[in-house]
């Protein structure tokens, strides 16, 4: 149900919400090269906070506080949107390719069903637990067969960011707020303040100041891109279409993300694939499909006979959609 307590409609996705769909996994998808392309001269961790900044005001001014404690609030915000952009950006500084990037994250749709069967007793079903295994298999893939132009730290650092997303979905899962956007926007306070400790740690107050006073329009112009198109118009149009239609008619529409992301990293930053990266990644594109794409019109029964990942955002038995945040697909 939506927060107007009605059901999501049972019937086909409109063209126009299919446009809207594709809008937002086009926006998604060159987030990656955008951000990539942002960090030039500027601290990663700071470019977080900076970022974040933008997404926090006016906006938590705007939308209501989740009905969460602040502890849980921020436990949230902390893998959601910390952990995952921290790791993400410094992933990104240290050479990972921003196509690249953008097919192994998608790596938190296969992690969410392994730490959902922790947290949660979700048992998987058979097809999300051989989904599970081709994702694991495509990343090894990657990862063993990686050109120079991928440094081993970066692909690190993409995959926990990858599992800082995933954690950060089954918390949200069990938290089960309706309204993703306002949880998006009040748990990124958890944000500014660490980022920007940590960059004076780490990159130095000479480099933090240089950086804040000699910012560039590409520095403003990815910052913008990122927190009103991907995070906030993004999420709006996001939330809006998972609150009109069934999970399973929504969520496969983020499988587009990584391709318009690799296609938009040859396009701007001639970045191609190797053989076997590509290879990996398309067997780990085909455990996120197995994982994600679902019958959108299945009986109760089989719903509550094959409990769903928290990663694809389920309906429980009762047709309630848990939070939108479960389901943000690739949402930077």
């Not at 906070?49 to 915000?77: E, K, Q, Y």
């Not at 306070?189 to 000699?214: F, K, R, Y």
């Not at 930053?269 to 019109?297: D, K, M, N, S, T």
Request: glycine share 10%; with cysteine; net charge neutral.
């Amino acid at each position: 149900m939506d927060v107007n307590g009605r059901r999501p409609q049972a019937g086909p996705v409109t063209t126009r919400d299919s446009l809207l769909a594709v809008l937002v996994t086009v926006i998604w998808g060159m987030n990656f090269v955008v951000i990539d392309e942002g960090l030039a001269g500027f601290p990663p961790l700071l470019f977080v906070a900076l970022r974040f900044v933008v997404v926090l005001f006016p906006a938590v001014f705007l939308l209501p506080r989740p009905d969460l404690p602040w502890s849980t609030l921020l436990l949230i915000g902390t893998f959601l949107s910390l952990g995952q952009f921290a790791l993400l950006y410094a992933s990104l500084h240290a050479g990972m390719p921003a196509g690249l990037a953008s097919l192994v994250l998608q790596t938190q749709v296969v992690a969410t069903v392994v730490i959902a069967a922790g947290v949660l007793h979700e048992r998987p079903s058979v097809r999300a637990a051989c989904g599970v295994a081709l994702g694991a298999a495509g990343l090894a893939v990657v990862a063993l067969g990686r050109s120079a132009e991928t440094p081993l730290i970066g692909l690190a650092l993409c995959v926990l960011a990858a599992l800082s997303w995933a954690f950060g979905n089954v918390l949200s899962r069990r938290a089960a707020v309706k309204s993703g956007l306002s949880l998006t926007v009040w748990s990124a306070v958890v944000v500014p303040v660490p980022m920007i400790g940590l960059s004076l740690l780490l990159d130095g107050p000479q480099a933090v100041g240089h950086a804040l006073t000699h910012i560039t329009w590409g520095n403003i112009a990815s910052t913008i891109y990122t927190a009103v198109l991907a995070s906030l118009v993004g999420y709006g149009i996001w939330n809006t279409l998972l609150a009109r239609y069934q999970a399973a008619q929504v969520v496969p529409f983020t499988l587009l993300v990584p391709v318009v992301g690799v296609i938009t990293a040859w396009l701007v930053q001639h970045e191609r694939p190797g053989p076997l990266e590509l290879l990996g990644g398309l067997i780990l594109l085909l455990g996120v499909a197995v994982v994600a794409i679902r019958r959108p019109f299945a009986r109760a029964g089989e719903r509550a006979g094959e409990p769903q990942p928290a990663g694809v955002l389920p309906e429980d038995d009762a047709g309630t959609q848990v939070h939108p945040s479960s389901a943000r697909g690739l949402t930077l």
